[in-house]
Nanobody, 121 residues
Framework: QVQLVESGGGLVQAGGSLRVSCVASGRDFRRYVMGWFRQAPGKEREFVSA???????TYADFVKGRFTVSRDNAKNTLYLQMNSLKPEDTGVYYC???????????????WGQGTQVTVSS
């Protein structure tokens, strides 16, 4: 089992940058696929990015070229660097751990509590 805690959210102006982090506790962090999802008010949770155990990364089309996912297995930490932020990027950002690289919510077994990202216009 793994526990996930996100941090680094906040308020930023459009065009700005933020980096959110997710620290995992428990065993075998390096064996999990790690993902980022987000949820805006009144909308379903949606896939943002994921990082496999082999180093493969994948992104939703709407963040390609703006967001970069990375992981530091020595620190049990997953990162999401977000650049050129837009108001539509506003939402709660969640990290998740699972067994296979996927953009589906149901593919991930463990979730953090989320961190709020607000982008003002």
């Amino acid at each position: 089992q793994v526990q996930l805690v996100e941090s680094g959210g906040g308020l930023v102006q459009a065009g700005g940058s933020l980096r959110v982090s997710c620290v995992a506790s428990g065993r075998d962090f390096r064996r999990y696929v790690m993902g980022w999802f987000r949820q805006a008010p009144g909308k379903e949770r949606e896939f943002v990015s994921a990082f496999s155990i082999f180093g493969t990364t994948t992104y939703a089309d709407f963040v390609k070229g703006r967001f970069t996912v990375s992981r530091d297995n020595a620190k049990n930490t997953l990162y999401l660097q977000m650049n050129s932020l837009k108001p539509e990027d506003t939402g709660v950002y969640y990290c998740a751990a699972g067994q296979r690289l996927s953009d589906l919510v149901r593919s991930y077994d463990y979730w953090g509590q989320g961190t709020q990202v607000t982008v003002s216009s």
